[in-house]
């Protein structure tokens, strides 16, 4: 099974608002709720930001927000700040076989 | 608070087997739902599931690595162990560990969920050509 499809890279200034995608198939992000999102600094190992498309974790400002139309999930950061910066990973259950199935990731630039 | 750590060599020769250890703490991998998953990221790549196992001892792999994977848990240490069968220079990744969250019980049905909340620091493994 291929990778989940993400954007290489996404960009956008203090303040302003950036989505990223994940688009896959009916097989996985279409067809189930279980589609999450992972914030990943250099050096460092993935943090949890979302996860069941719109559940948020104890501790992720509510500038993240999350959301599914089809087999395309979306993770939207409003008012972005410098801490933004980082790489970010979709992912999603595919089935008993292949329970987390990762996106290409998407290098965010907070210009 | 959880925390899981990576152990092992941090340089195998190819054809070898890889063995790494997950040491955590503050979770037990025998209550109901819990689970501990390996994920491994090459150089500059992106992250590839490798494996989960489950606190019954129910296990997943990734089915393109299926073959040359075995994950186990030994609860009285708290560890879960990873071994990978004849490396190749192509897995050389820092290596993850993380924690798989017990669903949450609704009605008195137990909700699936498959993401990672705490994640190790990773290590490295390099197989040189």
């Known amino acids: 099974q291929s990778a989940l499809t993400q954007p290489p890279s996404a960009s956008g200034s203090p303040g302003q608002s950036v989505t990223i995608s994940c688009t896959g198939t009916?097989?996985?992000?279409?067809?189930?709720?279980?589609v999450s999102w992972y914030q990943q600094h250099p050096g460092k190992p993935p943090k949890l930001m979302m996860y069941e498309v719109t559940k948020r974790p104890s501790g992720v400002p509510d500038r993240f927000s999350g959301s599914k139309t089809g087999n395309t999930a979306s993770l939207t950061i409003s008012g972005l700040q410098a801490e933004d910066e980082a790489h970010y990973y979709c992912s999603s259950y595919a089935g008993y076989n292949n329970p987390y199935m990762f996106g290409g990731g998407t290098k965010l630039t907070v210009l | 608070q959880i925390t899981l750590k990576e152990s092992g060599p941090t340089l195998v020769k190819p054809t070898q087997t890889l063995t790494l250890t997950c040491t955590f703490s503050e979770f037990s991998l025998t209550t109901s739902g819990v689970g501990v998953g390996w994920i491994r990221q090459p150089p500059g790549k992106a992250l590839e599931w490798l494996a989960l196992i489950y606190w019954d001892d129910d296990k997943r792999y990734s089915p393109s690595l299926k073959s040359r994977l075995t994950v186990a848990k030994d609860t009285s240490k708290n560890q879960v162990i990873l071994t990978m069968t004849n490396m190749d220079p192509v897995d050389t990744a820092t290596y993850f560990c993380a924690h798989k969250p017990p669903g949450v019980s609704i009605f008195g049905v137990v909700t699936s969920n498959y993401y990672f909340d705490y994640w190790g620091p990773g290590t490295l493994v390099t197989v040189p050509s």
């Open positions: 009916s097989s996985d992000v279409g067809g189930y709720i279980y």
